[in-house]
């Protein structure tokens, strides 16, 4: 992927606030939605959205900063040992039962060495000491952890989806991403991390997901909240609209006399809970929009209509 502050077109120097507006900018030109079946659009939102994934996340930016990871989160490693010269020779990428949250290098420390060459300290209790040693010529432990990280677009997360990895031993995999999955999630793949020693098995991949912001979606536990914009005669007369929702667009009966702020309710939209294999709701909140720019009749209308009609909503709302 390309430098993440260029695509977004910043430079290295932006604030926090300045990196949430360039995305948004950015993401409500490219969004999918705004041109269905361009796969040059799409690919741009993806690239975006990869991008401010990474920036917008404080730990990821400055590791990033210190070239510590790469453009799309991977980890940087420098020669068979995988030290980075970047974190002055420890990295944090990897950990596992066998060598600690701490090992210092890809293959989690010196005494990942050591027990493939039969020498060094002997691991994993009784059976690792002396007499472990003896018996199996070596110490034994089993194999180390190793952490990956994908990023998913929001709607993906939300229905499942499929990631591919490279392992360390080179092979290709894909992962199953469950629909519903959190930012942040870890799937953990058995027997998919480095291997044991002494017999022992191997270790397992820890897969951390990082779902991305969308442009107008917010995702508060299983529920989807959105704003979606209406006309003033779609609010003053009632309408059937088409709202989006993370499976696709569907209608929605809007009562007339509708108002900024009022929010109906669609069952069963929202995103799979994994403990309970039940979708949640999309929750539409409403914001009446007038017309841009403003209507010549519509104005003359109003200058008539108030002459003999009024109505104080700000006492209603209690602000006199």
């Known amino acids: 992927?390309?430098?993440?502050?260029?695509?977004?077109?910043?430079?290295?120097?932006?604030?926090?606030?300045?990196?949430?507006?360039?995305?948004?900018?950015?993401?409500?030109?490219?969004?999918?939605?705004?041109?269905?079946?361009?796969?040059?659009?799409?690919?741009?939102f993806k690239e975006i959205s990869a991008a401010y994934t990474l920036l917008s996340d404080s730990d990821k930016r400055a590791r990033f900063d210190r070239g510590e990871i790469d453009a799309s989160g991977?980890?940087?490693?420098?020669?068979?040992?995988?030290?980075?010269?970047?974190?002055?020779?420890?990295?944090?990428?990897?950990?596992?039962?066998?060598g600690g949250a701490?090992?210092?290098?890809?293959?989690?420390?010196e005494d990942w060495f050591s027990d493939l060459f039969g020498g060094g300290r002997k691991r994993g209790g009784p059976g690792g000491g002396a007499a472990g040693g003896a018996a199996g010529g070596g110490s034994r432990s089993r194999g180390s952890d190793i952490n990956y990280s994908v990023s998913v677009p929001f709607v993906e997360a939300a229905q499942g989806t499929k990631r591919r990895i490279s392992l360390s031993?080179?092979?290709?995999?894909?992962?199953?991403?469950?629909?519903?999955?959190?930012?942040?999630?870890?799937?953990?793949?058995?027997?998919?991390?480095?291997?044991?020693?002494?017999?022992?098995?191997?270790?397992?991949?820890?897969?951390?997901?990082?779902?991305?912001?969308?442009?107008?979606?917010?995702?508060?536990?299983?529920?989807?909240?959105?704003?979606?914009?209406?006309?003033?005669?779609e609010a003053v007369l009632g309408a059937t609209i088409r709202v989006p929702?993370?499976?696709?667009?569907?209608?929605?009966?809007?009562?007339?006399g509708a108002n900024t702020g009022s929010t109906l309710r669609l069952r069963g939209k929202g995103v799979m809970n994994q403990a309970t294999k039940q979708a949640g709701d999309q929750y539409v909140k409403l914001k009446?929009?007038?017309?841009?720019?403003?209507?010549?009749?519509?104005?003359?209308?109003?200058?008539?209509?108030?002459?003999?009609?009024?109505?104080?909503?700000?006492?209603?709302?209690?602000?006199e």
């Not at 604030?15 to 950015?26: F, G």
């Not at 701490?102 to 420390?109: K, P």
């Not at 403003?294 to 002459?307: C, I, Q, T, Y």
């Open 245 to 256: 929702t993370v499976s696709g667009p569907v209608a929605l009966k809007i009562q007339p």
């Open 102 to 109: 701490g090992d210092d290098s890809f293959f989690g420390g």
């Open 169 to 233: 031993n080179g092979k290709s995999i894909d992962v199953a991403v469950p629909p519903g999955t959190e930012d942040q999630a870890k799937l953990r793949l058995k027997g998919q991390g480095l291997p044991g020693a002494g017999g022992f098995g191997a270790g397992d991949a820890i897969v951390e997901v990082h779902v991305e912001a969308h442009p107008f979606f917010t995702r508060q536990g299983s529920d989807i909240h959105v704003e979606v914009p209406i006309t003033l005669n």
């Open 74 to 98: 991977q980890e940087r490693h420098h020669g068979f040992g995988g030290r980075s010269r970047a974190n002055a020779g420890r990295s944090r990428a990897y950990s596992g039962a066998g």
């Open 1 to 44: 992927m390309r430098d993440p502050y260029q695509i977004l077109g910043l430079t290295r120097s932006a604030s926090a606030d300045d990196i949430k507006k360039a995305y948004r900018k950015l993401a409500k030109e490219f969004h999918p939605d705004l041109k269905p079946g361009n796969a040059t659009n799409e690919e741009r």
């Open 288 to 319: 009446v929009v007038l017309p841009d720019p403003p209507d010549a009749e519509l104005v003359k209308f109003m200058e008539e209509w108030s002459r003999t009609r009024s109505y104080d909503v700000r006492k209603k709302a209690g602000l």
